[in-house]
């Protein structure tokens, strides 16, 4: 079958400016005295906490948490001796306030009702449910909470300080230098920080009672126990052998991908002729890999399924691999875990270093147990990435990190295979930090295989699998990520667990001895050229395979047009929507924290990518392209090139997938952590005319607001999609009206808050394919071509004439 390169489009020259937003309701209150009295009792008793709260200095900020309820203006809380600092979840903010600011508060909040007393921004305190000070509890992480300190005389914490102003703001610089002094003072020892924008973080080794102290200072946001990842690796032996000798090098200008992980052991004869460079960012440590983990996630990275390869011993790397190390060997437990140094330091230097070197792909199959996403802030590594995606335009591809059961509540409570898959959705086995990142590409993991070596080799049943071919494996995790955002946007090959079936009282135990995924053992002497392994570790790199194929055939392409080409090719698989039954789908939908959403999608994001069309167009399938920026507040226009032969009304099965991807500015301390919202709809129209009334500000009162059109037809609502910064749906159409024209109208909004990297223009990605694979006769990507080159030359006949009628007027 013949192949093409995809196509590319371009929108209409007509740009309108975004429909108003509604108003902010403010909450009214019937009896402003009683509402004063109450506020003035909940004040006091958070007064006199904060009080007794640990400072730094003399004179820092006390911290208040202020409960609220409908619309409340933060930049308008000064007027009532309030600074506006963090917002935390959706109805409750958190601000400072010095020795006269409280009074000043207390003060308002007296003449709340009182006759003759006139009080400007009166609507703020209306708006107060409740007053509270930021407490030892509100400190503890999730780890801290669930897990507690250690016993050991002295241990290592992360704190997270408020990120008050910006880094090099004469307040932040007060801010830290004090805090650090006080350390010193009352003997704690620094190991590291970092200082950015939206996350001030410290790693300290501390005692019991240092540790308590830090729970009760005035400058803390969180204290949280430092990262912990570790991972076992079962064994798989192949005679060094029988490889071909002389493995080619990738070409000079193919891309070039980097694994940051536990270093790669480059000698290995599968990778040798593809490595460019490494660099080790562990201290004492040179570049080579000792746990195992990073040679094992290279490998799948270079070759994709490399299963398929060792079956058919071919092996030809398409692209670059460069080494970060930033992982090393735990001595205690030989896993791979994170450097003592703060990993956020750690990974963006190794950025860093391998953009310089020309890298435009980063692989990362890490991630923090003890930082699971509680549905608030995103902070720490997620927070890194998504500022360093943005900065340098590169993809980072995360995995969701492995669910190992828990114990506190127990789940599984007896058995992975009796309690799959319930479990998959419990609050405990949510995604780990880095993967709630928005900016990324997040991955989850299904099973390839179901036998142990134990169940092939002997009759007798001694592990059963919870999971069968391509369903969720049962240790990945689930979404969603910020504000219902889909996570894990993509699933790939990752392995799978076995119970013990006849040791009644283990069957939480997982066995996993054989139901890997094939990869490349670092310690490769004789027989041991391979490794078999299981973690969503090994899905991540499956589609960092795919990625760097794809920036091969499109070396121009964007981060945001790699996601969003590979989220336009994604599947979910009919096994994963089918293990979940219908009564436990239902119970989902009725639960009220999770009407709105889609169980199969919370653990299989948009699903599994098909590589059938993803690097080339043929004549039953199309893919149009494009790259552009977008104004503030405004609509652009896309009139799909649609043929008459698909618009056919002859029956016959047709696709139409869309998908845009951009990264947007991100801030921890609001509630909206994205600057800026881009999203889409797919519309029907007579005209370019008709269509645009819908979405034009001037034109609101003339016609209704548009949502998608054909929602029958579609696998996922503009709602649900536009909560993420890569969003895709597909429409599946039967029959359709060759007279019809079909439009996506892309959307821009930004948020009250003003963040200094906003662009006045910013970019986004947008990538439709069209197939129609069900008709043997079909020219597709010749009537695309036809259409877009008609298109083109209908839009220089306007812009001409729009130039002449100008002079014309002057």
């Given at each position: ?87 935390e979840n959706k109805q409750l903010c958190i601000v400072f306030a010095t020795e006269e600011g409280l009074a000043k508060f207390q ?504 590589e059938s069309d993803l690097f080339r167009s043929s004549d039953h399938c199309v893919v149009l392209v494009c790259e552009e920026t ?39 301390t609001r509630m909206e952590y994205l600057a800026t919202q881009i999203s889409y709809r797919l519309v029907k129209g007579d005209s ?123």
């Amino acid at each position: 079958m013949a192949t093409y390169k995809h196509l590319t489009i371009a929108r209409e020259n007509l740009d309108n400016r975004r429909r108003a937003k509604q108003p902010p309701k403010f909450t009214k209150r019937e009896d402003l005295r009683g509402h004063g009295q109450k506020l003035n009792g909940y004040f006091a008793t958070a007064a006199a906490a904060a009080k007794q709260q640990v400072a730094s200095a003399e004179g820092s900020p006390f911290v208040l948490k202020i409960q609220y309820d409908g619309a409340l203006t933060f930049e308008d809380l000064q007027k009532h001796g309030l600074e506006f600092v963090s917002q935390e979840n959706k109805q409750l903010c958190i601000v400072f306030a010095t020795e006269e600011g409280l009074a000043k508060f207390q003060d308002h909040i007296n003449k709340l009702g009182i006759a003759g007393q006139k009080l400007s921004y009166g609507q703020i305190l209306q708006a107060i449910e409740g007053i509270e000070s930021w407490s030892a509890e509100d400190r503890k992480s999730w780890a801290v909470r669930n897990i507690g300190l250690p016993k050991t005389p002295t241990f290592k914490l992360d704190i997270e300080l408020w990120p008050h102003q910006v880094v090099h703001h004469p307040v932040r610089i007060r801010l830290f230098t004090t805090f650090e002094a006080w350390l010193a003072q009352i003997g704690v020892k620094k190991i590291d920080s970092i200082n950015l924008d939206s996350l001030l973080m410290y790693r300290v080794e501390v005692t019991m009672a240092q540790a308590e102290l830090l729970l009760n200072h005035r400058d803390v946001r969180l204290v949280d126990l430092i990262p912990t990842t570790g991972i076992s690796f079962p064994q798989l032996n192949r005679d060094i052998a029988a490889l071909p000798l002389n493995i080619p090098s990738p070409n000079r200008d193919a891309a070039r991908v980097c694994i940051l992980d536990s270093g790669i052991n480059t000698n290995h004869p599968l990778l040798k002729s593809a490595i460019g460079e490494s660099q080790s960012f562990v201290d004492e440590q040179d570049e080579f890999d000792e746990a195992g983990h990073g040679t094992a996630v290279a490998g799948i990275a270079l070759y994709g399924d490399v299963e398929a390869c060792d079956r058919g011993n071919f092996w030809q790397p398409q692209f670059w691999l460069y080494n970060g190390k930033v992982m090393r060997k735990c001595p205690h437990t030989n896993d791979a875990i994170y450097d003592e140094h703060s990993v956020e330091s750690t990974l963006t230097k190794a950025v860093e270093y391998f953009v310089g070197l020309g890298c435009r792909i980063f692989n990362l199959s890490l991630g923090n147990s003890n930082a699971p996403y509680d549905g608030a802030h995103v902070r720490g590594l997620a927070y890194i990435l998504d500022v360093l995606a943005r900065k340098h335009n590169v993809l980072f591809v995360v995995s969701t990190g492995n669910f190992r059961g828990c114990s506190e509540p127990p789940m599984p409570i007896e058995s992975w295979r009796e309690e799959y898959p319930e479990y998959l959705l419990h609050e405990q086995s949510v995604i780990i930090d880095p993967a709630p990142a928005l900016n990324v590409l997040t991955v989850g993991s299904v099973s390839r295989h179901n036998a142990t070596y134990d169940s092939q080799k002997y009759p007798e049943i001694y592990q059963l699998s919870p999971a069968s071919e391509h369903q969720p494996s049962p240790f990945t995790r689930h979404g969603p990520s910020v504000k219902g955002a889909l996570k894990p946007e993509l699933i790939a090959p990752g392995g799978n667990l076995a119970s013990p079936m006849r040791q009644a009282a283990n069957q939480w135990k997982a066995d996993m001895r054989g139901l890997g995924v094939l990869t490349l053992n670092h310690q490769f002497q004789g027989n041991t050229i391979f490794k078999e392994i299981s973690g969503t570790s090994f899905s991540a790199p499956y589609v960092t395979h795919l990625a760097g194929r794809l920036l091969n055939e499109y070396p121009d392409a964007s981060a945001n047009l790699l996601r969003a080409m590979l989220v336009n090719h994604a599947y979910l698989p009919e096994e994963v929507d089918s293990t979940f039954p219908d009564e436990l789908k239902a119970a989902y939908k009725a639960n009220k924290a999770t009407w709105q959403r889609d169980m199969p999608r919370d653990v299989g994001g948009y699903g599994q990518v098909s590589e059938s069309d993803l690097f080339r167009s043929s004549d039953h399938c199309v893919v149009l392209v494009c790259e552009e920026t977008i104004e503030k507040d405004s609509c652009q226009f896309y009139e799909l090139p649609l043929p008459a032969s698909y618009l056919r009304k002859a029956r016959g099965t047709r696709e139409l997938s869309i998908s845009l991807a951009y990264s947007p500015a991100v801030r921890t301390t609001r509630m909206e952590y994205l600057a800026t919202q881009i999203s889409y709809r797919l519309v029907k129209g007579d005209s370019l005319e008709t269509v645009q009334k819908s979405f034009n500000r001037e034109k609101q009162k003339e016609a209704d607001a548009r949502n998608d059109d054909a929602t029958p037809n579609r696998e996922i609502s503009a709602q649900l999609r536009s909560r993420g910064t890569v969003q895709s749906s597909r429409w599946t159409f039967k029959q359709r009206s060759p007279n019809e024209k079909w439009f996506v109208v892309v959307t821009r909004q930004d948020r009250d808050w003003n963040h200094p990297d906003v662009a006045d223009k910013e970019p986004y990605s947008l990538v439709v394919t069209v197939a129609d694979r069900d008709n043997e006769n079909a020219q597709l990507y010749v009537e695309i071509q036809a259409a877009i080159a008609l298109q083109v030359q209908a839009r220089e006949q306007e812009r001409v004439r729009q130039q002449i009628q100008g002079r014309a007027v002057l």
